[in-house]
């Protein structure tokens, strides 16, 4: 009896082992794909593709590192202030085509992010704000000449800028540097072509 006892403990932890080593077989190989981080500054959101509850996506979740199940998605925004160049072609009030070349600074509102992800996804400077910022460069330099721009005209086309492209801004999850950095936030060179 002491026998069959020791030998079905022999095959009872084999067979544990077994299931140890694919255990941590298995973690080592997906460790990239269920172990994600959140770097400082940043907000993260986790998609499920099978979702537990009524909602697919999860969020903001905070810095630090998160176990997600491995077909899950999972999603990282920067929350700090950027800054990105970008050329515009506009046409001034006299009919002269010249390029501008605007610097956008923005921030995204942490408990809008999840709400920036379902709506316009990763690539929301490309499909947001770059056209945004183009739409209002074009209404607004096409109410002056070209020589007004140049000249005294310049810090009240930026203003106006500002505040066009700042417009509505908190509904899309997007905010403008604060308002003392105006003049910082739309610095801008003209170019003439």
């Given at each position: ?75 990282t925004y920067d929350l700090r202030l950027q800054t990105r160049d970008h ?107």
């Open positions: 009896m002491n026998a069959k006892l020791r030998h079905k403990l022999r095959r009872l932890t084999a067979g544990l082992i077994f299931v140890l080593l694919i255990f941590i077989f298995l973690v080592i190989v997906l460790w990239d794909a269920i172990v994600k981080t959140t770097p400082v500054g940043h907000a993260s959101v986790l998609w499920h593709r099978f979702p537990v509850s009524a909602e697919n996506s999860v969020g903001p979740l905070r810095e630090g590192v998160h176990f997600i199940q491995p077909w899950d998605q999972f999603y050329d515009f072609q506009v046409v001034s009030k006299d009919g002269l085509h010249f390029n501008i070349s605007l610097t956008i600074r923005w921030l995204l509102f942490r408990e809008k992010v999840v709400l920036l992800n379902q709506t316009m996804g990763p690539d929301y400077v490309n499909k947001l704000l770059v056209p945004k910022v183009g739409w209002a460069a074009r209404r607004v330099v096409a109410r002056y000449s070209a020589e007004a721009l140049f000249t005294e005209k310049r810090t009240e086309v930026q203003e106006l800028l500002y505040e066009m492209i700042t417009s509505g801004s908190p509904e899309n999850g997007i905010a403008a540097e604060p308002r003392a950095n105006v003049t910082r936030m739309m610095s801008s060179s003209w170019l003439m072509s």
